[in-house]
């Protein structure tokens, strides 16, 4: 065995003798491990951009609203808390209780290398657990209790992973989990932009304006497309119960591509995903390399995506 292969192995065989490191499954090098339990390691709210006098009301109307992210404690009115899935904190991104509305938190990066590049994290997603605006939601059509199906699952929106990455390209990898459409009818799949993300500059330009309840990574519901078929995750019955969801994700920076999603014991390939890059050069930008996720409700009811952890890794 080589020198190299050697500290490899060593190095494999120490992350599985760490608890909070086993439970995943990096490429060699890792460049993020965020434990929630020990603070929000850098994931911060997403805020458009503004001018250089510091004036706020410049910001974008569909960006003014995402709210930072929060530790939270999964605390539920009917079984007080919950707790994270190690320890007791998890970080949560919750939108408000008006369809459309995103709740998003980004974690700033740069490359020090191309090559592949993984996201994993532990994650969970649920709607607010009691509420006028959930059983109003139920009233409107959003789902009949049934004592295993709960209105609440027809009430939550979806959950995006996504990057921004600009190598002198800028481009953004995305993979959402669309539960429903916007009529509230489930859909249980993943899907992907087939166009670039809008930009401020673009709307500083007068290219697009969009509506403070945007969309902002595809605001046309027709520019996002299915893959890999249908996927029905466990939200068990009430949205007070809360399982974890084990969510692998592959790219690789050195062809702008992807490779691959795995969610729990299903794997997605993703190489004939594209990923649609910007026709204009983006200065001030070079070598970035940014996560963000989001949570976004399409009923008048709020919609939370929880992680209790997050590792980043590379081949670099």
Same mark, same amino acid.
């Given at each position: 065995m080589t020198t190299?292969?050697?500290g490899r192995s060593l190095a494999a065989e120490l992350r599985k003798a760490d608890p909070a490191l086993s439970r995943f499954d990096p490429l060699d090098r890792i460049l993020v491990h965020d434990d929630f339990n020990t603070g929000t390691h850098g994931w911060i709210e997403l805020l458009g951009n503004y001018d250089g006098h510091g004036n706020l009301d410049t910001v974008d109307d569909h960006m003014r609203d995402f709210? =930072?992210?929060?530790?939270?404690?999964?605390? @539920?009115?009917?079984v007080g808390t919950h707790g994270a899935m190690s320890g007791t904190y998890a970080l949560k991104v919750a939108t408000r209780p008006l369809a459309g509305h995103?709740?998003?938190?980004?974690?700033?990066?740069?490359?020090?290398?191309?090559?592949?590049?993984?996201?994993e994290a532990y994650l969970t997603f649920k709607t607010e657990a009691a509420s006028e605006e959930n059983q109003a939601a139920a009233k409107a059509g959003a789902g009949e209790w049934d004592a295993?199906?709960? =209105?609440?699952?027809?009430?939550?929106?979806? @959950?995006t992973i996504a990057t921004d990455i600009c190598d002198g390209v800028r481009y953004h990898c995305v993979a959402r989990y669309l539960n429903t459409d916007l009529d509230n009818n489930l859909r249980r799949e993943w899907v992907y932009p087939t166009v670039p993300e809008p930009t401020p500059r673009e709307h500083f330009e007068g290219k697009l304006k969009l509506p403070p309840t945007a969309d902002f990574t595809a605001p046309d519901p027709d520019d996002w497309k299915a893959f890999g078929g249908p996927q029905e995750l466990c939200y068990n019955e009430v949205p007070t119960k809360v399982n974890w969801h084990y969510v692998r994700w592959l790219i690789d920076t050195s062809t702008r591509s992807n490779i691959e999603l795995q969610v729990n014991d299903t794997v997605y390939d993703m190489r004939d995903v594209p990923v649609p890059p910007y026709d204009e050069e983006y200065g001030s930008l070079q070598n970035l390399l940014n996560f963000y996720v989001s949570v976004r409700t399409h009923t008048d009811v709020r919609n939370f995506l929880y992680l209790d952890s997050v590792l980043i890794s590379v081949d670099w």
């Open positions: 190299a292969a050697s709210r =930072p992210p929060q530790l939270s404690s999964c605390n @539920f009115f009917d995103t709740g998003v938190a980004i974690r700033r990066l740069t490359m020090a290398g191309r090559g592949r590049v993984q996201f295993n199906l709960h =209105p609440s699952e027809q009430q939550f929106g979806a @959950f």
